[in-house]
């Protein structure tokens, strides 16, 4: 399996970073993916749904560890070149949580 294109959308609110879109093998898209600033510094979350019960289900997830780095690091390789193409940099980011 192959990411061949990320399109990742910034945001600008406090946690949620940016909308990510991922394409695989140039045949199957998987939307709503979150770059997300946690405690530990920016994370990629999956596509969710809220259950009646108000839990979140991953709609669409990796099964191993292996594919979900795959992802991670296209996304971030992504998220990094529109951070920066807007003047930006991670660090910046980073810092907002820091104070």
């Not at 998987?30 to 991953?58: E, T, W, Y």
């Not at 690091?73 to 810092?95: H, P, R, W």
Request: with cysteine.
């Amino acid at each position: 399996m192959e990411i061949t294109e990320v399109k990742i959308y910034p945001v600008n609110e406090d946690r949620l970073k940016a909308y990510v879109t991922i394409t695989l093998n140039n045949c199957f898209v998987v939307r709503d993916l979150k770059v997300i600033l946690g405690n530990d510094g920016l994370f990629v979350a999956m596509p969710s749904k809220k259950r009646k019960d108000g839990q979140f289900r991953d709609i669409a997830h990796p099964l191993n560890q292996e594919t979900r780095e795959m992802i991670e690091n296209a996304v971030f390789k992504e998220y990094k070149k529109e951070i920066e193409s807007m003047g930006q940099s991670l660090d910046k980011i980073d810092s907002k949580r820091l104070g």
